[in-house]
């Protein structure tokens, strides 16, 4: 039986009545934080499920492959109820897209810290991208590598977000001290291709993770000794 999409309503308390009347600056938490009645957390999470099992199918299928009716069949729903929760398969996959690359970003990010040498800092970059891209429960890859199949005007849409991303590249790559010939921004996307195509072409074996990351930097590191 195909669930509804709207939240069942829990039986009013009377602290529930009373909570209505209160004037909803009043109605906060001692940190703070305003009060979520539990028809709104529901709502929350129910949202939060629909956006991992669209993000699933758009893994899966491909963005034009994947319809509504098909987020909505995974979801229990039927294809009208989704809009209650989305306003479009265009903005869902927009809004997994920015959501995937956020994610990609901070943990990026994160294994930057503490480290000063340019090159250190590339190889730290470059395995952690190895490791979200070969991470097998990580929707990150399909959302970043889907962006042929998507319409102009949704692609249109993302590229503030990309732009943003690859940044965190531009200037690890602006800070390596290469030969003065060498076109950095070729150099960035070259590098960038290699890292979001290594579903294609790792194989778990002889070298680990770590190892590719470090031979990837060698083979990059363009200097005359």
């Not at 294809?79 to 897209?97: D, P």
Request: proline share 4%; charged share 30%; hydrophobic share 40%.
């Amino acid at each position: 039986m195909k669930r509804s999409a709207q939240p069942a309503t829990a039986p009013k308390s009377p602290r529930a009545r009373h909570a209505k009347d209160v004037p909803a600056r009043a109605r906060t938490q001692p940190d703070g934080r305003k009060f979520r009645a539990p028809g709104q957390e529901e709502q929350a999470d129910r949202r939060h499920e629909i956006l991992e099992i669209a993000a699933e199918l758009f893994a899966e299928r491909g963005y034009r492959a994947t319809s509504i009716r098909d987020i909505a069949e995974r979801a229990g729903l039927l294809a009208g109820s989704l809009y209650y929760h989305i306003r479009s398969k265009e903005a869902l996959f927009v809004e997994i897209h920015n959501t995937a690359l956020a994610a990609a970003a901070r943990r990026i990010h994160k294994a930057l810290e503490g480290l000063a040498d340019p090159w250190a800092r590339l190889q730290a970059a470059c395995l952690e991208m190895l490791e979200i891209q070969l991470n097998s429960g990580s929707l990150t890859l399909p959302i970043m590598n889907n962006l042929r199949s998507v319409p102009v005007n949704v692609r249109d849409a993302l590229i503030q977000q990309r732009d943003d991303f690859e940044k965190i590249f531009r200037d690890l790559v602006t800070d390596l001290p290469l030969d003065g010939d060498i076109d950095k921004n070729l150099y960035r996307i070259l590098l960038l291709s290699l890292l979001n195509s290594a579903d294609g072409w790792f194989r778990e074996g002889r070298l680990s993770r770590a190892d590719i990351a470090a031979q990837i930097i060698r083979i990059f590191r363009h200097q005359h000794h």
